[in-house]
């Protein structure tokens, strides 16, 4: 391998990763007056991020990196269901949601092999 | 109750002592194992999961730039979508450098603090150092973000061994791990209404953009889902 084809993930890492990410970090050094949490584009920052975030969630259900890829579509998404409903049932516990959708992952992989 | 001042390295101590006994650690390891198993299998080495924990040092940026670069998406779509996620880290910034910078502190030792900045260790953050003297903040604080820090990156090492070594079932129990934590975390986060209606918005339109070929699908999904959660909230409020 060239140098460079071993360098560019790392690259990729730097100007993919770590820049987009790193710039508002740096941004809130340099804003010196406070910026009110309740703020109207505070919500709508936080309303994007979470779309964005649930967004990550469903592709990586609907296109699943190899090794989830072998349980089949219909398997993750009755185990996310159920997971998602024992953590809504029970305190809203996050613990309690990861137990009970995995639980439903393997069995369901067990009974339906893809 | 008398408090008897500490070195900068006392502080930087007594910081990462309160990340060892934090239940954010905990948690962060559990998230961590599910990026390092997410890494190893969409082929990124060890080495570069670490660095990318180092350097992003936000859960859902390294899931966001692991799944789409290890799903072939060009790097300017990841770029995209990891810079619209860090957004929200803007605002917890302010908060946080608020709480530990004087009148006399150089920006230049507020760096480490921003960097260290992410979702577990603001929250910690928020609760332990109002009973810290203010000039130990920032040593304090660098210590708990120091100390999560290491607990993430312990998680990531175990994930991404696991992930080599388990038997098919658990590889993908391991890889199940990361959607539905942070689906769950996410919706415990999500308390006013636009936030609700933001996490079923994307939860929605993600595999349908997807699916429909159109670019830039994770962006779109942000921008869109989040826009739209966020105008009903206004619709709500100037009905009232």
């Known amino acids: 391998m060239s140098m460079l084809g071993d360098l560019a993930p790392y690259l990729v890492l730097l100007a993919a990763g770590f820049l987009p990410n790193e710039m508002w970090r740096m941004l809130g050094v340099v804003v010196a007056h406070g910026l009110d949490e309740r703020s109207e584009l505070v919500l709508w920052v936080r309303s994007v991020a979470t779309a964005l975030l649930a967004g990550v969630v469903a592709k990586i259900l609907f296109f699943p990196p190899a090794g989830l890829a072998e349980v089949p579509l219909a398997v993750r998404l009755v185990a996310i269901a159920i997971g998602f409903a024992a953590f809504l049932t029970l305190r809203r516990s996050v613990l309690a949601g990861v137990v009970v959708g995995e639980a439903g992952l393997m069995l369901g992989a067990l009974w339906f092999p893809g | 109750?008398?408090?008897?001042?500490?070195?900068?390295?006392?502080?930087?101590?007594?910081?990462?002592?309160?990340?060892?006994?934090?239940?954010?650690?905990?948690?962060?390891?559990?998230?961590?194992?599910?990026?390092?198993?997410?890494?190893?299998?969409?082929?990124?080495?060890?080495?570069?999961?670490?660095?990318?924990?180092?350097?992003?040092?936000?859960?859902?940026?390294?899931?966001?730039?692991?799944?789409?670069?290890?799903?072939?998406?060009?790097?300017?779509?990841?770029?995209?979508?990891?810079?619209?996620?860090?957004?929200?880290?803007?605002?917890?910034?302010?908060?946080?450098?608020?709480?530990?910078?004087?009148?006399?502190?150089?920006?230049?030792?507020?760096?480490?603090?921003?960097?260290?900045?992410?979702?577990?260790?603001?929250?910690?953050?928020?609760?332990?150092?109002?009973?810290?003297?203010?000039?130990?903040?920032?040593?304090?604080?660098?210590?708990?973000?120091c100390g999560f820090l290491l607990a993430a990156h312990g998680g990531a090492v175990l994930g991404y061994y696991l992930a080599a070594s388990f038997p098919p079932l658990l590889t993908a129990g391991l890889l199940f791990l990361t959607p539905m934590a942070f689906l769950a975390s996410t919706a415990r986060n999500s308390r006013l209404l636009a936030e609700r209606l933001a996490l079923a918005f994307g939860l929605l339109l993600a595999p349908l953009l997807a699916y429909a070929g159109i670019g830039l699908d994770l962006m779109w999904t942000g921008v869109l889902g989040g826009s739209a959660a966020y105008a009903v909230h206004r619709l709500r409020e100037a009905r009232r």
Do not use: C
């Open chain 2, 1 to 145: 109750m008398d408090h008897v001042p500490l070195t900068p390295v006392g502080s930087f101590l007594a910081g990462f002592r309160a990340a060892a006994t934090s239940v954010f650690s905990l948690v962060l390891i559990g998230t961590y194992v599910g990026v390092g198993a997410l890494g190893h299998n969409y082929g990124f080495s060890l080495a570069w999961v670490l660095l990318s924990t180092l350097l992003v040092w936000a859960g859902p940026a390294q899931v966001i730039l692991i799944s789409t670069l290890g799903a072939g998406a060009p790097p300017l779509e990841a770029a995209v979508a990891v810079g619209l996620s860090g957004m929200r880290l803007l605002p917890m910034v302010v908060t946080l450098l608020a709480l530990i910078k004087r009148a006399d502190t150089r920006a230049r030792d507020l760096l480490l603090p921003a960097h260290l900045t992410a979702v577990s260790m603001w929250v910690e953050s928020l609760r332990l150092l109002p009973t810290v003297p203010r000039e130990e903040r920032i040593a304090f604080a660098n210590g708990l973000g």
